[in-house]
């Protein structure tokens, strides 16, 4: 059963099709905006590694080398780094879009006048 990928023209995101049989033409709308004006696109190929190679991947301090933290942009590509090596079942939606919104705003509270992170102040 294959999956196929497809973008949306009008959001741009991503959204995958399981079809039963390869010969199954696929009818793709998008799952976030709801338009069929979809483009089908090259799969990203995945080999799939352990939760301890992806660990180990993680923990290379290689990834840290131009690692800011008091730089929202900085921790955004970090997280995105951390999303794709802990998958789907972790970088979903709602991960990728707090990632934009940290790395649109340049704020780590999401834009908020007074810099004070709202509720967070025992962190």
Request: glycine fraction near 10%; include cysteine; aromatic fraction near 6%.
């Amino acid at each position: 059963m294959p999956i196929y990928e497809y973008q949306c023209e009008k959001c741009r995101r991503l959204t995958s099709v399981l079809t039963m049989r390869v010969s199954e033409r696929a009818d793709a709308k998008c799952r976030h905006c709801g338009s069929s004006a979809m483009r089908r696109v090259l799969s990203r190929f995945a080999t799939p590694r352990g939760e301890e190679a992806r660990m180990d991947a993680l923990a290379d301090p290689s990834n840290f080398g131009d690692f800011d933290e008091n730089d929202p942009k900085s921790v955004a590509r970090l997280m995105r780094k951390m999303g794709r090596e802990m998958g789907d079942e972790f970088a979903g939606d709602d991960f990728n879009e707090a990632v934009d919104e940290m790395e649109a705003s340049g704020d780590f509270d999401g834009g908020g006048e007074d810099g004070s992170g709202g509720d967070n102040d025992d962190l």
